[in-house]
């Protein structure tokens, strides 16, 4: 397994409506084929000194393998979905996992 968890950080001017349809851009990536287990999310309550809460959204997928994460990466609904969506990034960090 792979686990692919992205954290998004969007810039400070975002509208409520281009999160909304940012929200709706990360959904759109659980009909790709090679995607096991998916999870967007935002920061939970939780007030601890380890636990980061300065990102606006969370993305963690699964995939079976190596494989399927390289062909999710070249996906044309991942391509999509960074073309429309990346002007909003401030920041984006991604931690891969096997």
Known sequence: MIAHHVLFWL???TTEEQKSAFHKGLQSLEDIEVVKTFHIGKPAPIERA???VTYTY?????FEDLAAHDVYQVHDLHKAFL???????EK???????
């Open 92 to 98: 984006v960090i991604i931690y891969d996992a096997e």
């Open 11 to 13: 810039k400070a001017d």
């Open 58 to 62: 969370s993305l963690t997928i699964f």
């Open 50 to 52: 380890v636990v980061d």
């Open 83 to 89: 073309d429309e969506f990346r002007e909003l990034f």
